[in-house]
């Protein structure tokens, strides 16, 4: 394949540019402004995919600054304010609602500095690059890992050079969009080290009522699930850290910024069984004293005893969060988890309900082929599993097809209207989806029923929220007729969900108000 993997149309824009400025005087600026639009949750924490991409620009003496919208009260001036001497804006983001405020931004920044470059990058550029590219408002994408393509692009834009031949970028020139071949994949070891000392962790807990940060050990997962998308991204190739680094970064990082929980963000993190059990091992010996999550697989989980369990929670293992997806096997099929049953699912909550670590699962409903028995399955095996274990929890959401997901070709076929255009995706959200074969009555009926699972049984956000007594009380008292109904499948005149949104509004939590210090390479001492 040549350097350049695809020149698509010819484009057009208000400001009749053709593309980057090319050939003038290099741009003295060494500055690059990161923006992360909010994500509608409370369960803040610094943007890992930004941190990880401003570690080389720093090191090769490029000035950084991240404004994250959920912790900057008039986000919007302050970004626009910095950008007045910087070299360009980068934003990260994923499919999905994050994208209106990119769109918001990048639209104000062209307005004012319209020769400055706008690079997107993270989930939703990287998989679909040419119509983000196709976007007015973007001047450039970096497609995959972010590390090498964003110092090569700044480095290039600072000289004002033409972006050709940098693989995993797409960009604008002559009026065309050209997307050069994509970037190979790095392993996680040969990855540099993370600028965790850019993260305001005061601002974010002031949002979050827990100070807490993301850590990565691996990449990629070896499964192939069919509404997955990791595989576009990160191929199924599962490379880790070893051991002692993962312990010894974990705790350094914990006793540095004084975090009280790491969500390890890794896809799949006990895919190899060994290197799990010498974390804990490493932990332990080391005295940890942080509490950590992790995603699995339930059969990966299966694999381990109730003993060795118990050495991962010794270690702080305090929660893993799995897919169980559905209750029904024919469905568990059609999304290609055939590495999953009925009885990895009740053993893994078994063995960490013995454990003492909590199990936490994702359930997804009206995947193409579920019907209402289907559906009825997967009720039943929340209910039962919340019962029989209690501590366990079950989060939902509608399924939502994604770009680059296996899945995507059939959601065509059964007539899923997916966006044409970069800001179209915006209004993409697995919480209300709406399906071709999930519209009206039906997706009322199913959302009503997803709201009683919420109000039968206990979940424990990463976000702290106090509840006083009365509203625990409330939330007791309306957990019962909540298991009944679901029991019973019985959703019509949803009283209790009435009142319970009448609660809300009585004690609603008081938002607290956050501004971040002003956020700049000067390591942020604590
Ligand atoms: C952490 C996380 C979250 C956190 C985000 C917290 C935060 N502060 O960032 C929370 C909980 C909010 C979240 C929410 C959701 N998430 Co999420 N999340 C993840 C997760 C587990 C880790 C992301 C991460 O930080 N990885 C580590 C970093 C280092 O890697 P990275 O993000 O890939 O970044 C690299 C490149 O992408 C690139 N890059 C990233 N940003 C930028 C920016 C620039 C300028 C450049 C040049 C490069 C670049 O360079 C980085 C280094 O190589 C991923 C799964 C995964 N394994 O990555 C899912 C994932 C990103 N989430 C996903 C989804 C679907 C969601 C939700 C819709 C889930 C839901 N049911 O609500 C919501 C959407 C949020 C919203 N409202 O829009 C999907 C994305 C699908 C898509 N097409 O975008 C993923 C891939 C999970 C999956 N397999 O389906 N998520
Ligand atoms: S097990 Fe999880 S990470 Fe792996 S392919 Fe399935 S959904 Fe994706």
Redesign the pocket.
């Known amino acids: 394949m040549g350097a350049e993997r695809r020149a698509t149309a010819r484009f057009n824009n208000s400001q009749g540019r053709r593309g980057l400025r090319l050939k003038s005087k290099p741009m003295a600026s060494k500055k690059v402004v990161?923006f992360?639009p909010?994500?509608?949750?409370q369960?803040?924490?610094?943007?890992?995919?930004?941190?990880?991409?401003a570690g080389p620009l720093l090191r090769a003496g490029y000035e950084v600054r991240i404004i994250?919208s959920t912790i900057t009260p008039n986000f919007q001036k302050r970004v626009l304010e910095e950008l007045s001497d910087a070299l360009c804006l980068?934003?990260?983001?994923?499919?999905?609602?994050?994208i209106r405020e990119t769109v918001q931004i990048a639209r104000a920044a062209k307005k004012l500095y319209p020769d400055l470059p706008v690079?997107?990058?993270?989930?939703?550029?990287?998989?679909l690059p040419d119509q983000t590219l196709a976007a007015e408002c973007v001047d450039v994408v970096?497609s995959?890992?972010?590390?090498d393509?964003?110092l090569e692009?700044v480095q290039r834009l600072g000289d004002r050079a033409s972006l050709a031949g940098i693989d995993g970028v797409g960009y604008k020139e002559d009026g065309r969009l050209i997307l050069n071949r994509p970037r190979a994949l790095k392993p996680i070891s040969e990855?540099p080290a993370?600028a965790y000392h850019l993260a305001d962790f005061n601002a974010y807990e002031r949002i979050c009522g827990r100070r807490w940060a993301?850590y990565?050990s691996s990449?990629a997962c070896p499964y192939d699930c069919g509404?997955?998308?990791?595989k576009g991204?990160?191929g199924r190739k599962w490379n880790a850290l070893d051991p002692e680094q993962v312990a010894e970064e974990t705790s350094d990082l914990v006793s540095r910024y004084r975090l009280q929980l790491l969500?390890i963000?890794?896809?799949n993190f006990l895919v190899d069984r060994e290197r799990a059990l010498l974390i804990a091992e490493a932990l332990v010996r080391r005295e940890a004293k942080f509490d950590w999550s992790i995603?699995a697989s339930t059969n990966l989980v299966d694999r381990f005893t109730v003993e060795e369990l118990k050495l991962l929670r010794r270690s702080g293992l305090s929660q893993i969060a799995m897919g169980a997806d559905s209750g029904s096997l024919k469905v568990m099929k059609l999304m290609n988890k055939d590495f999953q049953n009925l009885e990895t699912i009740h053993k893994a909550a078994e063995k960490l309900h013995k454990a003492g670590v909590r199990p936490s699962f994702?359930m997804i409903f009206a995947y193409p082929g579920e019907g209402d028995k289907e559906r009825r399955e997967s009720i039943q095996l929340i209910m039962d599993i919340c019962r029989k274990y209690p501590g366990a929890e079950f989060?939902t959401?509608i399924f939502?097809p994604?770009?680059?997901?296996p899945i995507m070709d059939r959601a065509f076929e059964l007539g899923i209207q997916v966006p044409k255009t970069f800001e179209e995706w915006s209004e993409f959200?697995?919480?209300y989806t709406v399906l071709p074969w999930l519209t009206g009555k039906k997706h009322q009926r199913l959302q009503t029923m997803r709201e009683y699972l919420r109000m039968a049984f206990n979940r424990v956000p990463v976000s702290i929220h106090r509840k006083d007594r009365f509203t625990r009380a409330a939330h007791e008292l309306l957990a019962i007729p909540s298991r009944w109904r679901l029991d019973h499948d019985v959703y019509g005149f949803p009283v209790e969900i009435w009142a319970n949104q009448v609660a809300r509004k009585i004690f609603k939590p008081l938002k607290p108000k956050v501004d971040a210090q002003q956020l700049s390479n000067e390591p942020v001492t604590c």
């Open positions: 990161f992360f909010a994500f509608s949750s369960e803040a924490t610094a943007p890992l995919g930004i941190l990880a991409v994250d980068a934003v990260s983001l994923v499919t999905g609602p994050m690079v997107l990058g993270g989930w939703h550029p990287s998989l970096v995959g890992q972010g590390e393509a964003m692009v990855l993370k993301m990565i990449l509404y997955c998308t990791n991204v990160y969500w963000v890794d896809d995603q994702n989060w959401n939502t994604y770009p680059g997901a959200f697995p919480r």
